[in-house]
């Protein structure tokens, strides 16, 4: 069962930063999961929310600021909004890295920032899972490329999206772990999927997806994980 950091390590550092990635990497994760959205300027900026104010002392939307205007924000620790692209420098092909599409018209220019990186780095398509709650931006990725690995996202039961999977040929399904049962988990695997519940910090869920034969966690303590 892989280990994946939830937004680095969101339950030991602020969620998103490179140092809560750093955290997370310590541990020796299987991959880590980030939330990415565009801001005005076009940069891929990886924070959760679609407004600033939750997790730095921004306020307003992400899409409403530029780049250089992030850069002056921090969150209640001092650290900063990280690019996407930084992201990738730090990890390097460490680990696995995936990325949840959050913010609108995501999905393309993560595609070209990473086929770009695939040409001149370490990086490779299997060090990547992108993955969504908005499926239209996962069929966006399908018809533009097979290359990439997708995984859909549900709060609901994993029966909920098999459709979309399949239509979409999809390589994992990412459920909230409180709906998830072992039915499911035996549903979903069965038709092919990797099974990558989220966010599995309870010591006897950790247990349950273990039994269960999930193929990964994604957990805010990737070290008590």
């Known amino acids: 069962m892989k280990i994946f950091g939830h937004r680095g390590a969101a339950g030991l550092v602020a969620e998103n930063t490179l140092e809560s990635i750093t955290e997370a990497l310590k541990y020796n994760v299987d991959g880590i999961e980030i939330d990415v959205h565009k801001c005005k300027s076009g940069e891929l900026v990886v924070i959760h929310d679609e407004t600033l104010q939750r997790t730095t002392n921004g306020v307003g939307k992400v899409s409403e600021f530029t780049w250089k205007e992030l850069t002056k924000l921090r969150t209640p620790e001092g650290y900063r909004i990280p690019k996407l692209s930084q992201v990738l420098d730090l990890i390097d092909a460490r680990c696995i890295l995936n990325i949840e599409l959050k913010g609108i018209g995501t999905a393309l220019p993560v595609v070209e920032l990473i086929?770009?990186?695939?040409?001149?780095?370490?990086?490779?398509?299997?060090?990547?899972?992108?993955?969504?709650?908005?499926?239209?931006?996962?069929?966006?990725?399908?018809?533009?490329?097979?290359?990439?690995?997708?995984?859909?996202?549900?709060?609901?039961?994993?029966?909920?999206?098999?459709?979309?999977?399949?239509?979409?040929?999809?390589?994992?399904?990412?459920?909230?772990?409180?709906?998830?049962?072992?039915?499911?988990?035996?549903?979903?695997?069965?038709k092919g999927y990797k099974v990558y519940p989220w966010t599995v910090n309870d010591p006897s869920k950790i247990e349950s997806s273990k039994t269960w034969k999930v193929d990964g966690i994604i957990t805010d303590l990737p070290n008590f994980a």
């Not at 490779?124 to 097979?146: E, M």
């Not at 997708?150 to 994992?172: D, H, N, P, R």
């Open 115 to 190: 086929e770009n990186r695939i040409k001149d780095t370490k990086w490779d398509y299997d060090h990547f899972i992108l993955s969504s709650f908005d499926h239209a931006q996962l069929f966006q990725i399908k018809y533009r490329t097979s290359s990439f690995k997708l995984g859909v996202l549900t709060e609901k039961k994993i029966s909920s999206i098999l459709k979309v999977a399949e239509t979409l040929e999809a390589f994992s399904v990412h459920p909230l772990i409180y709906s998830l049962t072992e039915e499911e988990v035996a549903l979903a695997k069965d």
